[in-house]
């Protein structure tokens, strides 16, 4: 942790935040029951207060994103009936079901000739037909055809099923989708790790112990990735620290985690929602930053807490900059996934919007790549030709 934190006493008007603060100020570690006091507090600005005081230590007014295209190539999954929360998926001869060819990928790629991008996001179904070969042959003629873009592809249930289906190592795999391309993975399939939760949402898909054992494993070939945790469907306060001690103990273990994205749960189109009868109810803004902020205290050992607009809205993710936050979901350019589950946010979003959303909330808007290096700084709000005022209306 930082030497001195700005944190303001006066600003904690919960008595129980004061011991964390003390804790805060000391550098020491927080345990559950620090976590369990964030998550509880009525407090909670005083939960941003002093998870901006953390991120500002760390990053000062600078906030990075990145300049990125998504790819979903299949969204036909073998789990498409076990995975509750889920409205992307379909069985192969499902109306709606589809599964790229080559072309098709290239054709989709090619939106970002021409344009910033810098990096593919590329994540899709378990489909039994898309093996090691569908992928190594996508992730070569990608780099042939845009030798500049990195490859953040695969989650770790994507990457325990192309082992399973080839009879293949975690490790084997990884290797092989390396040499083709695969520069790093991205975090999303870690749901909750929870095996009680899992059983109700997700009764067959990795489990949490085998998730972490993927990251370790790309951690330990050189492989950096992201780590996620789904949050604001069955699971209690107790299973999401569980959750988030189980990416610390790793990222203790070997540093390879990049960012920790918490991701919100939308109940539409998809069978979770209608069990708990929440069609159209997502995530409450409150939970939604305070989740963020006690990611960025509780996870000491993460540069980066990242917020994903698309999941919970442009406007909130400018809130976060002020609890703790200090990344931002980039262009995107043709979102599917939370689309397909309620998400009403735009598909993707203009450099120039990013740019206004970071400055409106008084911060410095910096382009990074995918392993978090500065590809440009931005002026700040006030800096350049962009008067503050002129910020703060558009964004
Ligand atoms: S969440 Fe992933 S693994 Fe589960 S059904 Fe959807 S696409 Fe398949």
């Given at each position: ?184 993975l991205p975090g999303g399939g870690a749901e ?48 999401r620290l569980d959750h ?152």
């Open positions: 942790m930082t030497a001195s934190l700005a944190i303001d006493p006066a600003r904690l008007r919960d008595p129980a935040l004061r011991p964390v603060a003390d804790k805060l100020q000391r550098g020491e570690r927080l345990d559950r029951a620090d976590g369990l006091r964030l998550f509880r507090s009525p407090d909670l600005l005083g939960v941003g207060h002093l998870a901006d005081a953390v991120n500002r230590a760390r990053h000062g007014d600078r906030v990075t994103f990145a300049a990125n295209q998504h790819i979903n190539p299949t969204n036909i999954c073998v789990l498409r009936t076990t995975c509750a929360f889920c409205g992307y998926a379909r069985l192969p001869k499902e109306a709606g079901a589809y599964r790229y060819g080559l072309d098709q990928v290239l054709a989709e790629s090619d939106r970002a000739d021409g344009t910033i991008t810098r990096e593919f996001h590329i994540v899709g179904g378990l489909d039994m037909q898309a093996g090691l070969a569908y992928y190594t042959e996508m992730f070569r003629a990608l780099k042939a055809r845009h030798p500049q873009v990195h490859i953040k592809a695969l989650t770790a249930v994507e990457i325990a099923h192309i082992a399973r289906i080839e009879k293949m190592s975690h490790e084997a795999v990884l290797l092989a989708l390396r040499e083709a391309g695969l520069d790093t909750t790790f929870s095996a009680a939760v899992r059983a109700q949402i997700a009764g067959k898909k990795l489990g949490g112990a085998e998730y972490i054992e993927v990251h370790r494993t790309a951690h330990r070939l050189g492989i950096r990735s992201n780590c996620t945790m789904l949050y604001g469907h069955v699971e209690s306060l107790e299973d988030l001690a189980m990416l610390r103990d790793l990222q203790d273990d070997t540093g390879g985690f990049l960012a920790f994205i918490p991701l919100a749960y939308h109940p539409d189109d998809n069978a979770l929602g209608a069990q708990l009868g929440r069609q159209g109810t997502s995530t409450t803004g409150y939970d939604d930053l305070r989740t963020l902020a006690v990611g960025r205290l509780f996870l000491d050992n993460f540069q980066h807490v990242k917020s994903h607009w698309i999941m919970v809205t442009p406007a909130l993710t400018q809130l976060a900059l002020h609890f703790g936050v200090n990344d931002i979901e980039g262009t995107v350019v043709r979102e599917k996934i939370y689309h397909a589950v309620g998400a009403r946010t735009p598909q993707g979003m203009a450099l120039d919007d990013l740019l206004r959303l970071i400055r409106g909330a008084g911060k410095r808007p910096v382009e990074r790549d995918a392993l978090y290096r500065v590809v440009r700084e931005f002026d700040g709000p006030g800096e350049g030709s962009e008067a503050p005022a002129a910020a703060l209306a558009g964004a």
